[in-house]
């Protein structure tokens, strides 16, 4: 399995593209903006078709550009439904940034907490992690010992949730429920800066100590 991070748009979100190098096929993982640059390192990693677009949540900087990203490679799309809120408010997110308002991305399929798909030979399972978002997931491979955390647990902080929709006490609850049982080694991609452990979060981040 081949899994590269790919920095995109103003606010550097962190797109994930996974491959399988004996089928082509990629998984993508909130391809925000940027797309030409997604597309050239999928052309880098030998990939020539996206088979999966999953998004952990709805604003802007992961979603942005899901609906030309769709058109270009007619690949179905994944989110939590109660995401939907908040992927309606694009144009509100855009001009919070003093962006042109992008077209909403229509999503194919929901994704709920426990479920699983198979991709390259590994299992994604779906955990449900709202607190930045109502409908924020993470994913986790279990094969790979990855999350693809989206906005919930960073290098050292938590994602914030002064936005509309935002819990911070949900939030603290996903990280210890969902994020903190996994095994120590387990590697963290957050939605932004550099990845991290689980272990080295639950020894040093200090938001984690309101977690338990």
């Known amino acids: 399995m081949l899994h590269q991070v ?3 748009g103003p606010l550097q979100c962190n797109c994930s593209v996974f491959g399988d190098p004996a089928t082509g096929a990629a998984l993508v993982i909130d391809p925000g903006d940027d797309l030409d640059r997604i597309e050239a390192l999928m052309e880098q990693m030998g990939l020539d078709h996206v088979e999966r677009i999953v998004f952990t949540h709805a604003h802007l900087d992961h979603i942005g550009q899901g609906a030309e990203f769709k058109r270009r490679t007619g690949a179905p ?3 939590h439904r109660l995401e939907l809120p908040v992927l309606a408010s694009l144009r509100q997110q855009a001009s919070w940034m003093r962006m042109p308002a992008p077209e909403p991305v229509e999503i194919d399929e929901f994704l709920e907490e426990g479920d699983r798909f198979e991709f390259g030979g590994a299992e994604f399972q779906v955990l449900f992690t709202p607190g930045h978002s109502p409908g924020s997931i993470s994913l986790f491979i279990p094969s790979l010992q990855r999350v693809i955390g989206g906005d919930v647990l960073f290098r050292g902080s938590i994602g914030r949730t002064d ?5 911070h006490a949900a939030l603290l609850r996903s990280i210890r429920d969902k994020l903190l049982p996994l ?5 963290v991609y957050p939605g932004h800066g550099p990845e991290t452990t689980i272990g080295a979060e639950r020894r ?3 938001f984690l100590r309101q977690a338990g």
């Open 6 to 8: 790919l920095p995109v």
């Open 77 to 79: 799309t994944y989110l």
């Open 163 to 167: 936005l509309p929709g935002g819990d």
């Open 183 to 187: 095994d120590d080694a387990v590697v």
């Open 204 to 206: 040093t981040n200090p």
